[in-house]
């Protein structure tokens, strides 16, 4: 049928095709998957690394405990001063993520509960490890903890 070569501008059309649709779709499955994630502004934090080392610090230096407990429908945190004494007056944002779901970041601000106790209602709807980035403020301290708790 094709014996005067006339198929070759075909094959190669048909081979750039399925070379196009499948990149199409690894990008689709790559920018809509929400088990990949790439760090949000990872560009701005490797500039300000040193800077952020430098709260880590700061924020060890003050000496604060923080111990979070991750229920499937609340997180709750316990935050005392170096000397053991509740933290009552501080302002505790919180941005959460499974790790098997790191593209799909909650964030939310925790309620004082009464002597150091902070907590926050939420549906965690996935079981298993989840990593909970916090920022606590108390006047001009600034406290910043990161900690990976089980939901169960």
């Known amino acids: ?12 059309v048909a081979l750039l095709s399925v070379s ?3 990149n199409v779709f690894l990008i689709i499955k790559a920018t809509t998957d929400p088990s ?11 500039v300000t690394w040193d800077e952020h080392q430098q709260e880590q610090a700061d924020s060890n230096a003050l000496g604060w405990h923080a111990a979070l407990k991750a229920e499937r429908d609340r997180l709750e945190l316990r935050l005392l001063d170096a000397d053991g004494r509740p933290i009552t007056d501080a302002t505790v944002s919180v941005e959460a993520f499974h790790n098997a ?14 002597g150091g ?4 209602a939420h549906d965690f709807e996935r ?3 989840w ?12 406290f910043v903890h990161t900690s ?3 939901v169960r």
């Open 1 to 12: 049928m094709f014996k005067d070569g006339r198929y070759w501008p075909f094959l190669i």
């Open 20 to 22: 196009v649709i499948a």
């Open 36 to 46: 990949f994630a790439v760090e949000r502004d990872y560009y701005a934090k490797a």
């Open 131 to 142: 990593e909970y980035r916090l920022v606590v403020v108390r006047g001009d301290q600034r």
């Open 127 to 129: 079981l298993g490890i």
């Open 101 to 114: 779901r790191a593209n799909v970041i909650i964030t939310g601000e925790m309620v004082p509960q009464g």
């Open 117 to 120: 106790l902070y907590a926050m």
């Open 148 to 150: 990976q708790e089980e």
